[in-house]
Every structure is written in structure tokens, then in C-alpha cells.
């Protein structure tokens, strides 16, 4: 069975902040797809990004980074500088890498960015 | 990236009544489409996975014969809600997958349907 775990409930940050949003995972699979996701208030999912279980390379996109831990079955999210459009909330998923690929989330993290 | 429309976008119906949430894929052909469920300030779960042409496969505890699923073509999937009971409420979300040919098996979402049963 997988698991998504995003621990942070509720965060609240100072505009330029920088922002680090927790993610573990557990699967039985030795390959596999992790997955951020933003959902502002309009309830429409916005795709950030998709990470291959072998591929363990950090990713940079402008202010927004993750970072992987394949040892620690985490992949934890940075936005730097927070900005108020960042509100929202995150959520964590992952997939199998083979078959069906439906997506488990995690309960989702909400962003608050105080101007 | 692609296009997955969901019609309605909101819709209100009285206890007892029946409602369809469409599914479409604009500009690729699904061979799967996901159903998830999101309840206020919670996360997405996943309901049934459809597959064109064949009947949709339900996650336990999510009753078939009042969520009815139908992938009638490579471009749109239907959940029919009966009998919607103000429980039923909810934001639902779909999602579509295409061969690795058309997509690359990335799963594109729909922009959601918000339920209010009266």
C-alpha cells in the first residue's frame, strides 16, 4: 500500500520569507513517481512537478525547489521568497510507475503568505 | 500541456436527485480516467478508475451502484451521482491519462465539479 504524509497542516509565512514543505512517502515499489501539486482557492489543481524514484538530481524552477531523499523516503518542497499569490494548498502525491498510476495524496499542506 | 474539461463546474440539486459530472479530454485520446473526491479541507481520494470501453473499478468503501461510472469513448467519461444526499456534497475531480504515445502517461486534471445537494 502507499502512504503520503504531509505533517504540516497549516503554515504561515511573511511575505519573502523562504518556505520548506514537508513530504515523506512509503511504497513497496522500487520505482515510482512523486508529485506537487497547488490548489489556490479556486479548487483547480496546478502541476509543479514530477520526480522519477531514480532520478534523485535536485530541481530548481525559478523560486520554487525540491529536494529528494530517496534514504529518507522524503521530497520536500522550498519556495523562496515567498510572494501572497503563493497561498494556497499543496499537496504531496505519488504513483506507481507501471499499471494503473493512479495518484495517492498526501492530506495537503495550506500556505499562508502574509503581506 | 493538455486539456481536460469537466462540465458542470458547480451544481446544486435537491436530495433524491440524480446528477452527471462530464469528463472530457480536448486534445488527446484517455485511455484511463480517474475519479477523486475532495471533502472541504481535505485531501483527494481516489473513488474508481474508468478504462474506455470496459466497466470502472471502485475503491473499497465507494459504493458502485450509486457512483456510476461510464467510459464511453477515448475522450469522455461520465459519474452519474443517484440519488445524492446532501453527504454526497463534495468538490469532484477528474483526471485524464493517455497512452505513451498521446501523453507520455502523465495524468492531466479536470478543473473540478462542486456538489451541493439541498
Known sequence: AQKVTQAQTEISVVEKEDVTLDCVYETRDTTYYLFWYKQPPSGELVFLIRRNSFDEQNEISGRYSWNFQKSTSSFNFTITASQVVDSAVYFCALSAYTGRRALTFGSGTRLQVQP | GAVVSQHPSWVICKSGTSVKIECRSLDFQATTMFWYRQFPKQSLMLMATSN???????????????????????????????????????????????????????????????????
Open chain 2, 52 to 118: 474506455e470501453g470496459s466497466k470502472a473499478t471502485y475503491e473499497q468503501g465507494v459504493e458502485k451502484d450509486k457512483f456510476l461510472i461510464n467510459h464511453a469513448s477515448l475522450t469522455l467519461s461520465t459519474l452519474t451521482v443517484t440519488s445524492a444526499h446532501p453527504e454526497d456534497s463534495s468538490f469532484y475531480i477528474c483526471s485524464a491519462r493517455g497512452d505513451a504515445e498521446s501523453s507520455s502517461y502523465e495524468q492531466y486534471f479536470g478543473p473540478g465539479t462542486r456538489l451541493t445537494v439541498t
